[in-house]
């Protein structure tokens, strides 16, 4: 009896062995993990999306209004406080996705900004447990759902994620040693928000200690720049861009705007304000500059695990003593920190604190609630403040810890060799 039933071509059995023989390597549970994290932090950040806040209806709403009636002709106006990078990205919605309503619109850049977060963090964990996949997912994964960050572009509409990518870009290329990298993610950061200079004191002490090129500070201003010149182009004049940044710094008069800055302690008056706001800003450079000093002057070498930590303390340091402060202003703070217990296991409350803190800080704006009130709040991250800086003086000047921390030492940064003159080579 005569077999009829179709065969397969020769040539195709191979083939379908190398895909089998492929699939086999693919490591499918933890790939089904990643999966199911990344759809749950998406259908929680779904479920919140309706909600309107103030800022929503004051701010976002209108100037979402104005891209999408005015087009690319909007940027050559005032229409808006913010730097123009954010209102380019509510340009490209309104632009290509002209369906999404308006409220998941001005959602949309801190959304994806979330992921670009934990992904940031994923790599900076990586560096450390390179053979190991669950301590960098984990650490993603705690950035996804940690209740600050879910908060802040889900439920809020705010875009603290957006400049926080760009530090957490500047952080991971800083601990690889890519120094035209981590200032251009330093330059994207900074265009976003001003907030990002709070990195400035660390950064310039890597220059000092010539771990961080010097020439690669010029992508920073080109950055700045190119973020201003399609608003240019439109019309608005260069000097009112230029400005943006110190019109920003003269809005509203209150010495803590539900920050728990070293100020909630102060009665919330315009007197206290007028006393304090002028020593208030020389607390907050003098902070910065004593960061500066700690990583300047340290006798150890500096590691990727000390950087994380410098870093973690001018994102918490500087705002702390600095007034006028958003409760938002911690969010770098709030998503470093993750990484940072993960090369700190010993202080993983520090995480817990933080973020913590920065939770019950939004209520009183989101909800016209004071779950927790603010004085305490400050001196519960007060307290963190002295533990991370405690252990950061131990890290960098103590000679029990001057050997290994668990990662190589940052390698100082190239320096070109003078070229050979004849009368050299002679």
């Known amino acids: 009896m005569t077999d009829n039933r179709p065969r397969l071509p020769r040539s195709v059995k191979p083939a379908l062995r190398s895909l089998a023989a492929a699939a086999s390597r693919i490591p499918w549970l933890p790939l089904g993990v990643v999966v199911v994290g990344l759809a749950l932090a998406v259908a929680l950040r779904s479920s919140l999306l309706d909600f309107k806040s103030d800022d929503y209806y004051a701010s976002l709403k209108p100037w979402y209004n104005t891209i999408r009636s005015q087009g690319f002709a909007a940027f050559g106006t005032d229409f808006s406080t913010y730097n123009p990078p954010y209102l380019y990205l509510l340009y490209l919605i309104a632009r290509f996705l002209p369906d999404v309503s308006i409220v998941v619109a001005v959602k949309l850049p801190g959304l994806v900004s979330d992921f670009v977060c934990a992904f940031f963090v994923y790599l900076i964990v990586r560096l450390r447990f390179e053979k190991h996949r669950a301590p960098p997912f984990s650490a993603a994964m705690l950035v996804l759902f940690a209740p600050s960050v879910v908060l802040n572009a889900a439920f809020w509409g705010q875009a603290d994620s957006v400049f926080t990518a760009g530090i957490l870009g500047c952080t991971y290329f800083l601990m690889k040693r890519r120094s035209v990298l981590a200032m251009m993610f330093f330059g994207v950061g900074l265009a976003f928000k001003l907030q990002a200079i709070f990195l400035a004191p660390i950064i310039l002490a890597l220059c000092l200690r010539r771990l961080l090129?010097?020439?690669?500070?010029?992508?920073?201003?080109?950055?700045?720049?190119?973020?201003?010149?399609?608003?240019?182009?439109?019309?608005?004049?260069?000097?009112?861009?230029?400005?943006?940044?110190?019109y920003q710094a003269s809005q509203f008069e209150f010495i803590t705007m539900n920050a728990a800055s070293a100020y909630a302690w102060l009665p919330s008056t315009k007197q206290v304000f007028n006393l304090f706001y002028v020593p208030g800003v020389i607390m907050g450079a003098a902070a910065g500059y004593a960061l500066f000093i700690l990583a300047y002057k340290a006798p150890v070498e500096m590691s990727g695990s000390r950087l994380l930590?410098?870093?973690?303390?001018?994102?918490?340091?500087?705002?702390?003593?600095?007034?006028?402060?958003?409760?938002?202003?911690?969010?770098?703070?709030?998503v470093i920190s993750i990484a940072f217990a993960f090369y700190y296991p010993e202080l993983f409350i520090l995480p817990i604190l933080v973020g913590g803190v920065s939770f019950f800080s939004y209520s009183p704006f989101l909800f016209q609630t004071e779950v927790v009130p603010l004085p305490i709040l400050t001196g519960v991250?007060?307290?963190?403040?002295?533990?991370?800086?405690?252990?950061?003086?131990?890290?960098?000047?103590?000679?029990?810890?001057?050997?290994?921390?668990?990662?190589?030492?940052?390698?100082?940064?190239?320096?070109?060799?003078?070229?050979?003159t004849q009368e050299a080579a002679s």
């Open 213 to 246: 090129s010097w020439r690669s500070l010029v992508a920073v201003p080109v950055i700045l720049f190119l973020a201003i010149v399609p608003s240019w182009i439109a019309g608005r004049s260069l000097a009112d861009l230029l400005n943006i940044y110190l």
């Open 309 to 334: 930590e410098l870093l973690l303390a001018a994102t918490l340091v500087i705002p702390f003593f600095l007034p006028k402060m958003h409760e938002r202003y911690f969010y770098p703070a709030d």
């Open 381 to 420: 991250l007060l307290a963190a403040i002295g533990v991370l800086m405690y252990h950061a003086a131990g890290q960098l000047f103590s000679k029990a810890s001057a050997g290994d921390t668990g990662d190589p030492p940052l390698a100082p940064a190239e320096v070109p060799a003078p070229p050979v």
